[in-house]
């Protein structure tokens, strides 16, 4: 076993040329909605690039726990996130401390907590000890519309969760969202990996899927297959 700094790390695995091209493809595919935003803000409006967090500054490996979701921020831009290091931090307090990040606060009118954050945080509550780490498929911010640019950023940062799974070698990988992170994994990722860690595929807990996921048994379905899996 050995122990990583994970501000270290993600410096170590980032591309900025890879990420560079890749926002340039998507650069292409701005709506006119996204031109507005970026003459508003200026040039500088993408979020650095994010890697994962977990409970501590180091992680030990193997990794127990991987949890990936699809990507951070949706299709908004923060415009206070600096570099890796506080992506990385400002995702951390977002889920474990229920603190917005990057948004200027009057957009939010005090009202920070969503479904899926607040999911999260209890999940992440309940694995306290585990050995996790929490990530997004997607590493940057990106337009949601047109498709391709969801596709490009998938394809790209695909290179990134294959690196992150073969170093960290998880025993399992917490896949959140049937439509786009399980089928981009199935398709891009499993076959390139070293070795073939334990899958669980729930739903991602969003407002939209809300009852279903609620139906489902919600965290507790997860900390039940993941416990099973600790014992079997």
């Known amino acids: 076993m050995s122990s990583v700094n994970i501000d270290n790390y993600s410096n170590s695995i ?6 560079l091209e890749c926002r340039k493809q998507r650069d292409i595919k701005f709506t006119n909605a996204r031109k507005k935003e970026r003459n ?3 040039k500088n409006i993408e979020c650095p690039f994010f890697c994962f967090f977990g409970e501590g500054e180091h992680i030990t490996t193997p990794l127990d726990i ?8 949706g299709n908004h831009s923060w415009k206070n996130i600096i570099d890796v290091a506080d992506q990385n931090s400002a995702m951390k307090s977002y889920y474990v401390e229920l603190k917005p990040y990057g948004r200027d606060e009057k957009l939010s009118k005090g009202k920070y907590e969503t479904f899926h954050q607040k999911e999260i945080h209890l999940l992440l509550n309940e694995l306290s000890g585990r050995n996790w780490l929490l990530t997004d498929f997607i590493k940057c911010s990106t337009e949601n519309t047109p498709k391709k640019n969801i596709d490009i950023a998938l394809e790209y940062c695909s290179k990134y969760l294959i690196s992150q799974i073969n170093d960290l070698k998880p025993k399992t990988v917490v896949l959140f969202g049937v439509s786009t992170v399980q089928k981009w994994f199935d398709k891009y990722i499993k076959n390139e990996l070293e070795y073939s860690p334990q899958l669980l595929k729930p739903a991602f807990p969003s407002q939209w899927t809300a009852d279903k996921w609620v139906r489902n048994g919600g965290i507790n379905s997860v900390l039940d297959e993941l416990e099973e899996i600790k014992n079997g």
């Open 14 to 19: 980032y591309d900025e040329i890879k990420c």
């Open 40 to 42: 508003k803000w200026g």
């Open 66 to 73: 991987f949890l990936i979701l699809m990507g951070h921020a």
